[in-house]
């Protein structure tokens, strides 16, 4: 787009750290495509944010709706995964591979399909970026699952670096960061995580969307970047 201003995709942009990267870009005077699968919940997440923006509320998991999705958008500049998954945690020995296999199709294909969906419409000097997990590049026992799914997306990176420059490809890796992601676990359940990582974490403190989302802002922004993961994670990955 003319006087720097980016077209850019945030597929899972309904909340979290998500919707933190699309208020960030949106102020930032990008016009961006917000997508969340509630109709509901996605309008209500967009209502009170500034700029050009406009939500599209479909299944990012189901391949067909994401190629519908991406012809009718017309050409852009930049993709945002972040698609988020819940199942594939907990010892080895005891793991629910049927779990696994869901926390796979949850995060591990959508972020797959929705990259290889979007190129027909990615401007060649644009960027797809990833948003992870520190769990990724952790030996912490009990997440040997999650560390298979994000570290599959993660070891695409380079590879589809090269393969698709001069497109951009990049990832964030986020840590324990604050979202309704939490909720589920219960308030006790995520209070004891909480205060767990602000002991052990050498920032003192969980990490808030808004940080991960100025990590994503400077992958998208930065056109000298790619093949690279950013640890957002408040030194998560040194413990």
Do not use: Y
């Not at 699309?22 to 944010?49: F, I, K, S, Y």
């Not at 599209?56 to 999705?69: W, Y």
């Not at 049927?98 to 972020?111: C, D, M, Q």
């Not at 695409?156 to 992601?181: H, K, Q, S």
Request: glycine letters at 14%; proline letters at 5%; one cysteine or more.
């Amino acid at each position: 787009m003319q006087d720097g201003r980016r077209k850019i995709v945030v597929l899972g942009g309904s909340s979290g750290m998500g919707l933190a990267t699309v208020r960030l870009l949106a102020e930032a005077g990008h016009a961006l495509v917000a997508t969340g699968r509630d109709p509901a919940r996605l309008a209500a997440a967009l209502q009170p944010l500034p700029g050009d923006l406009r939500g599209e509320a479909f299944d990012a998991t189901d391949r067909a709706q994401l190629d519908a999705f991406f012809g009718r958008l017309g050409v852009f500049d930049d993709l945002v995964v972040a698609l988020s998954g819940g199942e594939g945690g907990g010892p080895f020995r005891g793991l629910d591979l049927a779990a696994l296999e869901r926390g796979f199709a949850a995060k591990f294909w959508p972020h797959v399909q929705a990259a290889q969906a979007a190129l027909p419409a990615l401007r060649a000097g644009g960027s797809i970026t990833f948003l992870t997990s520190v769990s990724a590049r952790m030996a912490n026992p009990g997440t040997a699952g999650l560390a298979a799914i994000n570290g599959a997306i993660e070891a695409m990176v380079p590879v589809l670096a090269r393969e698709l420059a001069p497109l951009r490809v990049n990832a964030v890796a986020p840590g324990v960061v604050d979202t309704p992601w939490w909720d589920a676990r219960g308030a006790e359940a995520k209070d004891a995580v909480f205060r767990q990582q602000a002991q052990a974490l050498p920032v003192g403190r969980v990490g808030r969307p808004e940080e991960v989302a100025q990590a994503v802002a400077f992958l998208v922004g930065n056109g000298f970047t790619t093949g690279t993961v950013i640890a957002c994670d408040g030194g998560l990955h040194l413990l």
